[in-house]
């Protein structure tokens, strides 16, 4: 199972970015999915996750700005994330399942 990150990089605060993850190597529409950061200093912890029929969850801390989606047809998982805090700033991982990780991709928040 392989996953492919994009859509990192920098942005202002109360800017906006969109995470993409697509999965090859699985079956893509029987796999529960999520996004986990890690933050400078800080553990891994998980920002939301989305069951295989598109059922999503939320940590607090993004909940009212971040949505997670997926399409099934694509292989790939999104993440948009609006009204950006510096506290986002963090390697962002595409999860498959519990045990298939992407490589991270890194979005700063900063002005």
């Known amino acids: 199972v392989q996953l492919v990150e994009s859509g990192g990089g920098l942005v202002q605060p109360g800017g906006s970015l969109t995470l993409s993850c697509t999965v090859s190597?699985?079956?893509?529409?029987?796999?529960?999915m999520g996004w986990h950061r890690q933050a400078p200093g800080k553990e891994r912890e998980l920002v939301a996750r989305?069951?295989?029929?598109?059922?999503?969850d939320y940590a607090d801390s993004v909940k009212g700005r971040f949505t997670i989606s997926r399409d099934n047809a694509k292989n790939t998982m999104y993440l948009q994330m609006n009204d950006l805090k510096p506290d986002d700033t963090a390697v962002y991982y595409c999860?498959?399942?519990?045990?298939?990780w992407g490589q991270g991709t890194l979005v700063t928040v900063s002005s």
């Open positions: 190597g699985s079956t893509f529409s029987l796999i529960h």
């Open positions: 989305i069951t295989n029929i598109g059922v999503p």
């Open positions: 999860v498959a399942g519990i045990s298939y």
